[in-house]
């Protein structure tokens, strides 16, 4: 199985090294919004969220760049909005695309998240109160 | 050492301050403040003194291995020190963003504080009066009977996502 892995620098990126630790993927790809941000070979797209929503045209050329190239099976993203574009580009690709909600979102889920139940073939909460409260989202662990 | 952490998003005024009267009151100590961007401003019309050094953004490596060396750790409530710190079994207080100060759209900083407290033990501060007097103590001897939990979650977390991904995956 060959793998995109997305996510945001900082918190977001933590979370999804953790999460790839504990999967066998066969290869993969990661892609990530800041260069340097970790040991393993990276992709850097443009960052944005909803308050710079203008810098999305630009994070979807850099991704259009990237999956051109890259054909990928499944793709997986902990966030945040960079990584939920990234996942609906590879959709439309044929991979197959799972959003984590982060850990940090303890209470509900991101606006990201609400997004990935309609975007993705799956939404995941890292939280079992979270999934309680929404059909399309699931739990199935915790990086914490 | 003490080393103070905003990340990499936003600056933190009240951890700036935190920050600068920690530094002030333990003046042979070295006080590491990594502000986030926008977050040196602050200080710009304040006495800085000797021992507080201040910088916005640091390359990951060094984050990592100041949070490892730090007497005392204080992190906004983010994912990014958080689990580093919880992983290393590091002393830390935590300093949620608040939406009350517009640190924060929200308050899920303290949503995070609060399930960190109930999971791990952490302790955290919302006023930086009582923050600033806990630098002066020495931390408690550090807890790793939590990280087996911690790995074994992880675990488990990994071998049903793998069976999901197998079973959608050709």
């Known amino acids: 199985m060959r793998a995109l892995l997305v996510a945001s620098f900082g918190g977001h990126l933590v979370q999804l090294e953790r999460i790839a630790a504990h999967l066998s993927l066969g290869s993969t790809v990661w892609v990530t919004t800041r260069p340097a941000s970790m040991d393993q070979p990276h992709h850097v797209i443009t960052d944005f969220n909803k308050t710079t929503l203008w810098r999305a045209g630009r994070c979807a050329v850099d991704i259009q760049r990237i999956l051109r190239h890259e054909r990928c099976d499944a793709a997986i993203s902990t966030g945040a909005a960079p990584g939920l574009l990234c996942l609906a580009v590879a959709r439309l690709g044929g991979s197959y695309t799972v959003w984590i909600d982060s850990v940090a979102n303890v209470r509900r889920l991101s606006l990201s998240g609400r997004l990935a139940t309609w975007l993705c073939h799956e939404t995941l909460t890292q939280w079992p109160e979270v999934a309680a409260g929404h059909r399309r989202v699931s739990y199935l662990g915790s990086v914490l | ?170």
Do not use: C
């Open chain 2, 1 to 170: 050492m003490i080393f103070l952490t905003a990340g990499g998003q936003l600056p933190f005024d009240r951890l700036a301050e935190v920050a600068l009267e920690g530094a002030r009151s333990l003046p042979e100590e070295p006080v590491i403040y990594q502000a986030g961007p926008g977050g040196t401003a602050w200080f710009e019309h304040r006495d800085v003194p000797a021992n507080l050094a201040i910088e916005e953004f640091m390359e990951v490596g060094r984050h990592r291995k100041l949070m490892v060396e730090a007497r005392w750790v204080v992190s906004h409530a983010g994912m990014g020190s958080l689990l580093p710190l919880l992983e290393q079994a590091r002393p830390v207080l935590v300093f949620p963003r608040l939406k009350r100060y517009r640190e924060h759209r929200n308050d899920h900083q303290l949503d995070t504080a609060i399930a960190m407290r109930e999971r791990f033990g952490l302790t955290f501060y919302t006023e930086s009066q009582a923050l600033i007097s806990q630098l002066a103590q020495t931390p408690s001897a550090t807890d790793d009977s939590k990280l087996e939990l911690i790995e074994r979650r992880r675990e488990e977390f990994g071998h049903r996502l793998q069976g999901m991904l197998e079973s959608r995956v050709r």
